[in-house]
Nanobody, 122 residues
Framework: QFVESGGGLVQPGGSLRLSCAASGFTLDYRAIGWFRQAPGKEREGISCTSEISGRTGYADSVKGRFTISRDNAKNTVYLQMNSLKPEDTAVYYC?????????????????WGQGTPVTVSS
């Protein structure tokens, strides 16, 4: 499964870098998605990366502010989040997904971790 970390409390306009470390399997050749679930809302996909296609993707809500990256040597995927807004407040998760031709749906996710909470508030 994955172990997510790096969340916390940040002021609007601030930045955080989330990490997602895989345990028990390798990330090599796998597509990985970042998801988030805000209170009272469904879990939604926000970003993905595919090593096979070389593609990355972002939901409109985070495009231009978030950047996904991966370090296969560390078996870890990252999400750099800049210009954070209160509406980014959620628990953030990563998962193995089928691909990155479109933003993944939660139903595609496998090997979920416990998530890391992000709160954007002044």
């Amino acid at each position: 499964q994955f172990v997510e970390s790096g969340g916390g409390l940040v002021q609007p306009g601030g930045s955080l870098r989330l990490s997602c470390a895989a345990s028990g399997f390798t990330l090599d050749y796998r597509a990985i998605g970042w998801f988030r679930q805000a209170p009272g809302k469904e879990r939604e996909g926000i970003s993905c990366t595919s090593e096979i296609s070389g593609r990355t993707g972002y939901a409109d809500s985070v495009k231009g502010r978030f950047t996904i990256s991966r370090d296969n040597a560390k078996n870890t995927v990252y999400l750099q989040m800049n210009s954070l807004k209160p509406e980014d407040t959620a628990v953030y998760y990563c998962a193995v997904v089928l691909g990155c031709s479109s933003i993944p749906r939660k139903e595609e996710g496998r090997y979920w971790g416990q998530g890391t909470p992000v709160t954007v508030s002044s």
